[in-house]
């Protein structure tokens, strides 16, 4: 099993940045894929970045030159740089992880319990 820790979440200003982190512990084999979703009042839990094992990357549109996701393989963690933040990216924010058990196994998804981002003035 994995368990996933989050943190960095806040209240800031428009225009402020926030750093979000994810540490994934537990028994597992490998992790592949990390990503982080948010979740708006009323709305869709949405994907907001992801990063492969090889680090391949990939944004949602509405946040692109703003936001940048990381990992670092020896911690089991990924980050969120999120910079020039915008009230409309207001919303619960989620880690995400896929892992396996080993080669033989199928890949797993662990959710994390969330990080509140409040953009607000």
């Known amino acids: 099993q994995v368990q996933l820790v989050e943190s960095g979440g806040s209240l800031v200003q428009p225009g402020g940045s926030l750093r979000l982190s994810c540490a994934a512990s537990?028994?597992?084999?490998?992790?592949?894929?990390m990503a982080w979703y948010r979740q708006a009042p009323g709305k869709q839990r949405e994907l907001v970045a992801s990063?492969?094992?090889?680090?391949?990357?990939n944004y949602a549109d509405s946040v692109k030159g703003r936001f940048t996701i990381s990992r670092d393989n020896a911690k089991n963690s990924v980050y969120l740089q999120m910079n020039s933040l915008k009230p409309e990216d207001t919303a619960v924010y989620y880690c995400?992880?896929?892992?396996?058990?080993?080669?033989?196994?199928?890949?797993?998804?662990?959710w994390g319990q969330g990080t509140q981002v409040t953009v607000s003035p």
């Open positions: 990063i492969t094992s090889g680090s391949s990357t």
């Open positions: 995400n992880v896929e892992w396996r058990r080993g080669l033989a196994f199928n890949y797993f998804h662990t």
């Open positions: 537990g028994s597992f084999f490998s992790i592949n894929t």
